[in-house]
């Protein structure tokens, strides 16, 4: 079989039980990579010596791309960034540990904006990931090279991770499936740190049952990240039921204003006409504080950046500027020579947000605005399981196109910031195609520690349509 | 909301980060329109609100048990070290020379 890379992980199970080579997996896929990697730069570092390290286990001999920010021992992580230029981690992170032990194949790490910190791959020192269905457009990010590498067949699933959008954006915009988990259902220990009160992993797959099974595998409370959770992690499968009779759908009328392109906004208004047709019913929510979410967010992300990106001074690991004459010019060199312009940007927002007769005005006030987006969200939940909303604005844009105005950019994450403030779990699931042929991606988020429910929901609603079998021709 | 260049610099200097003057202008006036966008929150009253610094409201502080178990050895803990000297980091002076 030439076609292995085509099929998802699920199907792959399937084969491999009946007979076929776990290491025919592999090889189509490295073929795959070889053949069109050049144009879709989806690969920081592709592992042309992937091993299965273990046998047996729930993802046996599945190949599973890594975001470039979680720790894999002794191979390249760089985050995309200069200042991690050469940096092979000493430990596993916990969900590479786990997929490990799962029979899963790691073939490499996967091209990110610099730290996490964009939305088009474009902040990357590798140059931009393209999007598989038209090369001139962004994939979406940060986490923008698993998302293209899904879509393009080039891995059969991929781990990202979400700040503020970076699973579920650039799944949307390179139409596959991509899950932000609950804040605390998946250890976040090893996975260079963004902004700590928002970061999650989570799976990017070719569809709803292998996020699924994927999500299985890498979460559960860890000793080693105290944010964890400690309730037991549910046989996610057993939610796939295609039964959503008597679901309660809130679509919230904030989610659909002026601004968002009509083409996205009847895709999935009428996706949401199949899921009443499949026996959910529908409910209108408000909540209200939508629109304060970016301005919430760019400060309390900025803030705890610029914090957690402290460590990086050239003393004990990554880049180090050499004509140093001091300590302190040597973290200023080091600095300024290896962050890119977008991290230097977010730096100086967030420690100006935090300094001395700035801290209340901005950062406190960001806390306090979060609660109220938090209790926005409380409400809603009182009337339904789970809200229905656009993952994006609108579908991909063009390479470039952004890249000089950075509140534009920031605006893109509009729909996806709000489940990161709250730690709401949330997914986006392909649900049309614009007239040009772009992906368009529907979010479904729950309640905390409600991914079972936006399974169910995803799940029934995949079954009914055809879109997540659609693969760009590339 | 407008944003000076000594402002800037002030917290590039707190940030350790240098920035050529040709730099300056640009973080200017990009700084200026971001926080002009954010200076949106001050339309909402937030006198009785409380913070939210995490969004778990069960999070308690975790402690464990103060017992040695196994970490990284010194030769993991320096293996990507810019410079080293025997078991050490080895970093430009610190301290002045008298």
Redesign the interface.
Known sequence: MDDLHLLTAHEIKIAIDSGVEPSAVLDAVQKRIEAIDSKVKAFAYVNKKATQVKRGGKLSGIPVLIKDNICVKDEATTCSSKILE???P??DATVIKRLKDSGAVLIGKANMDEFAFGSSCETSCYGPTRNPWDLDRIPGGSSGGSAAAVAASQTIMALGSDTGGSIRQPAALCGVVGLKPT??RVSRYGLIAFAS??DQIGPITKDVEDAALLLGVIAGHD?LD??S?DIPVPDYCKSLTKDIKGLRLGVPKEYFVKGIDPEVETAVKKSIETLRGLGAIVVDISLP?T??A???Y??IGSAEA?SNL?RF????????DTD??????????T??KG?GDEA??R???G??CL?AGYYDA?Y?????????I?EDFERAFALCDCIVTPTTPTPAFKIGEKTND??AM?LSDIFTIPAN???LPGISIPCGFSSGGLPIGMQIMAR?FGEETIFRASYAFEQSTDFHKRRPTI | MNIDRDTVRRVALLSRLSLADSELDGYCSQMGSILTYISKLNEIDTKDVAPTSHPLSTLKNVYRKDVPKPSLTTAEALQNAPSKEGDFFKVPQVIEKK
Not at chain 1, 313 to 320: C, F, I, S, T
Not at chain 1, 364 to 372: G, Y
């Open positions: 050469a940096f092979s000493p430990y804040y605390g009160s928002l000793v105290s944010t959770v504080h629109e304060y970016v301005s919430t760019y400060i610029s402290a001074d050239g003393a004990h690991y990554g880049y180090r140093a004459k001091d300590m302190i010019d040597m973290y200023v060199r600095r300024s962050f230097k940007r730096i100086l927002l420690t100006y300094s901005y406190l006030k960001a806390l306090k605005v979060r609660t109220k938090k950075p509140l920031y403030l709250a730690g905390p």
